[in-house]
C-alpha cells in the first residue's frame, strides 16, 4: 500500500574491500569499548539478527540461516560480488557517503559503482582540520588552509558533517568563537600535536561549525548513539538549542544525525525551527525489530517535510541492506496502520512516504531528480 | 466499549474572532521559530493531518479534504458559525480557559455560549503580575497589589497556571524567596521595565508561586513542550522534585500541564506526590496518530485518579475538535485493549475512563457534577 | 510459542511475615510519599490492577475480584499459607534476595522455602557499612571492619547492591577516593553520626563501590525510579558512564536495577560496555498493562544476553506474582510477533527466552545450572 520506489540514504560510509572472518564480521555489528562479554556474540543483537533476516537471501541462502554459513558462502563469492549483490539488493538510488572515517572503505564512486547507484561526497570537518593540520606550519597558516580547505570542499561535497558532540559534547557556547579565542586555541593545540591528532578542542570544533554554516552547504551535525569513548548524554540535541537559535535564518540548513535515544528532541527542534531537519534512519539498523516504533516517536514531532532517511550504514554492506529494508518496512507498516485506522488518507500516506524516503533528500541537498 | 460522555477540558484557550486565510489559519498549527521552511507547510505535521480527519466531517466536507477547500467552507459558513459547530461537535462539555494569552480570543463566557457548554476561568501569574505592575507606582505597592490581586482572582477563578517553566526554566529554588529577596527583585524589575515588560525574574516567578499556593486553588504548572523562545530541557517536570516536596501537606494541589516529551517524569511524579496531578491531552494533539501511545506512556506510572484530560487548544476551535477526538479514540483504544486482553475488567476500564475524561478533573477544581 | 520453563529473580527482597488489612496491603502497592490523594486509591494503579488479574486466581478466586474480597481470602488463608500459594504460583524457580532493607521480611531460606525453589543472597553494601559503623570505635577500626566485613560477604552472597544512586545520585566521580580522603570523610561521618545513621557521603559511597568492585562478586547498582525522597533524574544511569569505563577490564560485572524511565539508558551501557549488564523485570510490575512495551524498548539496544530478569518484588509475595506473570507474558508477546512477523526465527526467538528468564542469571551469578 505504502510504497517507496527511491531510497536516498543521506548519511553513510563505504565498505571494507577486505575478507572477514567470523569474528572481524561480527566486530562490525555493533559500537562497543571491548570484546563480546564471555558467553555472549554479537550476533545476539538487534543488528546481528536483522543481519541474519534480510542479508542471506540476497546471496542465496535460507534468512536466519547461522552466522558461519552466512560467512562461508560470503567468502565463496568474494567480497567484492557480495558487496554488489548486497548494495544492488538494498534498493539505495543514492549513496550520501561521510569519507572521513579510517580504514580500507570504499569511497563514492566505488559505491556508485558497486550499488548501481548515484553517490556523493560529505566531508567531516574535522578530518579536513586535523589534514590541513599535518600539513601547516603556524598558526596562520592553518587558519587560512582551514578556511579555504572548507570553502574548496564545499565545491564539490554535498554537506558537511560534524562529530563536535561525540568529540566535546553538544554543550558548546552558541555564538562563533572571536579571532583571538580561535588564534589563542589553534596555537595551544598545533603546539601540543602529533601528525594526525584528533581535534577536541571546543573553541576550534565551534570555529569549523561556523566556517562551515558560512559555506551554505547542509551541515549535518551527530547526536546522540555515538562511538565508542562518548557519553549518550552530552550528544543529546537538545542542548544544540542555542546554537540553532544563534544560525537560524542564515540560510544553512542543520541536520541532526541519528538521534536515538533522544530522537524526540530531536523531532522537536525539526519542528520548531525552519532550518533544522532530523534523520530516520540509522536508529533503526541498531534496533532492529523495534524499527517500526522508532521511525513512529520520530514522526510525532517532526514536520514531514524535515525528516530524512539514512542508514548510517559503516563498513559491512550488509549494515547498508538492513538500514534500508528496516527503514522500508518500517515505513509501510507505521504509515499503512495509520492509512488503515482512516487517520490518514492513503494518498497522503503515499506522498509522505515518497518525502521521507527520497523527496526530502533531493531538496535539501540540491539532488536531481528534486 | 469504553466510552467518555463527558469530557472537561482542564486547560485550553478561547478561540480567535477573525476569519482566516490558508496562511494565518496554518501558522495555527505548530509552535514554530520562524515560518515553515521553503517546499514544506505545517499542514504535513501530525496536528495538520489530525485537523484534515475530524474537522472536514463537521463542516459537511469530506475527511482529509484539501486544505484550501476546507478553508473556503469555513469562510462560507463565517468564523461564529463555524466555531459553534466545531466546539459543539468536540464533545466537551466543560472548558477550563487560561484567558493569559494576547490576541483576540474569546473568553470564558463566550466559549460557553459558542460550545454549548461550562466554562470557568484560568488565571495566569505571570500576566496578572505583569497587569499589576503596569498600574503600581512603588515597590511596595506593587507588592501589596500582587498579593491582593492573586487573592481576589482566587475568588472568581478555578485554577491558577504558571509559565515559569518556559520564562525562566523549572529549576527554580524550592523554597519561598525571603522578604528582602523579593523586594529586592520587585525593585530591579519595576525600575528597568515598560509597561508591558515580561516577568522573567526568578525571585519573582517563585514568589508568584509561593503566593498561589497560599491561596489554596490548584495551580498549574506548565512543563515540557512550550513556546518558541523556550528550551524544552529547562522545563522536564522532574526540574519540580525539591518544589514538588516544599509544597506537599500544604493543601494545594499541583497539575503539571502537557509533560510531552517528558510526559513519563511527569507521571512519576503524579504517582510518587498526593498532591501532584498530570495532563493526559495536550500532547495528543501535538503527536496525532501517536496519541494512543503518548497516552499509554503516561497511564504507566500515573495513578489513574491522578490524570487530568486537557486539548491545551488555543487559537482554532479545530485544535479543540482534534484534542477531543484524540483522546477519546485513544482512551478507547488504549484501555479497550487491555480489557480485550484480560489485563484489565470491562467495570474497571469503563470507570477509569469517566476518571480521566471527567471525574478527576471535577473532583480536583470542585466543579458541579463531581 | 515462546515458553520461559525457569525464572531466575535477580533482584527482589522478602515478604511480610504478618496479617494486612486493606489499608496496609495498599501502602505496599507503590513508592509514594505520602498517603493516598483524597478520592484515590493506590489500587487504581497498573500494580493494583495487575494484582487483581494475577493474584486472585492463586488464591481460588476470579480475577479482578474486589480488593476487600482478596484480602478477606487472603486472611482466612493465612498469611504464610497466602504467600506459599502465591509463591509457588509465581513460576520463579530460584529468587536472589536483597536482605538489607528494615521491616520482618521473610529471608533467603524462608522464601526458598515457601516458594519451593532455590534462593541466595544479595548483600546491601550500604546496610553492611552501618552495621559496622555501629560496631567500631575508631576511623581505623571502622575502615579495617569495613574491608573485612565486604570480603566476608562475599564468600557467600551472590552479589552486592548499591544504593548509592539514591542516596547521593550517580553522578559520582569516577576514581576511587584516596586514602587519606576516606579516612577524613569516615572521621565526619562517624564523629556525626547515631547508631543506625545512614550513609550518605559520597565519598564514601565510592569507596565502598570499588571495595565491592575489587571483590569480583557482581556488583549492583540501582538506577531510575528508587525510592521516596530520591530525584530521578540523579539516578539516569548514563550519569554512571565514567564510573562503567573506570571498572572495565577489571573482572567485576555491574547490573543496572530497574532503569525505568531511563531503560533505554541502561541498554545502551548494556551494549557498549562487556562488563555492564541491564535488568528488565523490575520497571514491568511498576508500568503493569504496559509491560510488553517496556521491555521491547530495553531490546532495542542490549544485547540478548545481557539482560536479566527481575520482579524487584518486597514485602508482598503478590509483587513476586505480578513481577513474573508480567515478564513471562510480556515476554512472549514481544518474541512471538517478531516471530510471526518472521523479523526472528522461532528457535532465535526460545533461545533469547531462556537466555533472559534464567540462562543469562546463571552464568553471571555462577549458579548451579548454568
Known amino acids: 500500500m505504502i510504497e517507496t520506489p527511491s531510497l536516498v540514504d543521506q548519511y553513510c560510509h563505504g565498505v571494507l574491500r577486505t575478507e572477514l572472518g567470523l569474528g572481524t564480521f561480527e566486530a ?12 555472549t556474540t554479537l550476533f545476539d543483537t538487534q543488528t546481528g539478527f536483522a ?3 534480510w542479508c542471506p537471501p ?41 569519507t572521513g572515517l579510517p580504514g580500507d572503505l570504499t569511497g563514492p564512486t566505488e559505491m556508485a559503482c558497486d550499488g548501481a547507484a548515484e553517490a556523493r561526497e560529505i566531508v567531516r570537518l574535522e578530518l579536513l582540520a586535523e589534514q590541513v593540520a599535518d600539513t601547516s606550519g603556524t598558526v596562520k597558516s592553518f ?14 561535497a554535498v554537506a558537511f558533517t560534524s562529530v563536535a558532540g561525540l568529540r566535546h559534547g553538544l554543550a558548546l557556547a552558541p555564538e562563533p568563537p572571536g579571532p583571538g579565542e580561535v588564534r589563542g586555541a589553534a596555537g595551544r593545540w598545533l603546539a601540543g600535536r602529533r601528525v594526525g591528532g584528533a ?8 570555529h569549523l561549525l561556523w566556517i562551515a554554516v558560512a559555506s551554505g552547504l547542509p551541515l549535518q551535525l551527530h547526536a546522540g548513539l555515538g562511538e565508542p569513548g562518548s557519553r549518550i548524554d552530552r550528544t543529546d540535541p537538545v542542548l544544540l538549542s542555542d546554537f540553532v537559535r544563534a544560525t537560524a535564518g542564515l540560510g544553512t540548513d542543520l541536520i541532526l544525525l541519528h538521534g536515538y535515544p533522544y530522537h524526540r528532541h530531536a523531532a522537536h527542534l525539526a519542528g520548531v525551527f525552519p532550518h533544522v531537519y532530523t ?12 524499527a517500526a516504533t522508532v521511525l513512529a516517536e520520530i514522526l510525532e514531532l517532526a514536520p ?52 521521507v524516503a527520497a523527496g526530502n533528500a533531493r531538496r535539501v541537498y540540491g539532488l536531481s531528480g528534486a
Request: hydrophobic share 45%; proline share 5%.
Open 51 to 53: 543481519v541474519r533476516r
Open 58 to 98: 540476497l546471496l542465496g541462502l535460507e534468512p536466519h540461516c547461522a552466522p558461519a554459513r552466512y560467512l562461508a558462502r560470503r567468502r565463496e563469492l568474494g567480497v567484492l560480488e557480495a558487496g554488489r549483490r548486497l548494495l544492488r539488493g538494498s534498493g539505495i538510488t543514492t549513496y550520501l557517503v561521510d
Open 279 to 290: 534523520d530516520s534512519g540509522a536508529a533503526l539498523v541498531r534496533t532492529g525489530a523495534r
Open 143 to 156: 587558519l587560512a588552509n582551514l578556511a579555504e580547505s572548507v570553502h574548496g570542499a564545499a565545491a564539490n
Open 28 to 39: 562490525q555489528l555493533a559500537h562497543t569499548e571491548g570484546p563480546p562479554a564471555p558467553g
Open 199 to 206: 581535534l577536541t578542542d571546543p573553541v576550534l570544533l565551534r
Open 304 to 355: 514531514f517535510g524535515k525528516i530524512l532517511f539514512s542508514t548510517g550504514a559503516h563498513g559491512l554492506p550488509e549494515l547498508h541492506v538492513v538500514g534500508a529494508r528496516l527503514f522500508r518496512e518500517a515505513l509501510g507498516r507505521v504509515l499503512g496502520t495509520w492509512v488503515a485506522d482512516g487517520a490518514w488518507s492513503l494518498e497522503d500516506g503515499q506522498r509522505v512516504a515518497r518525502m
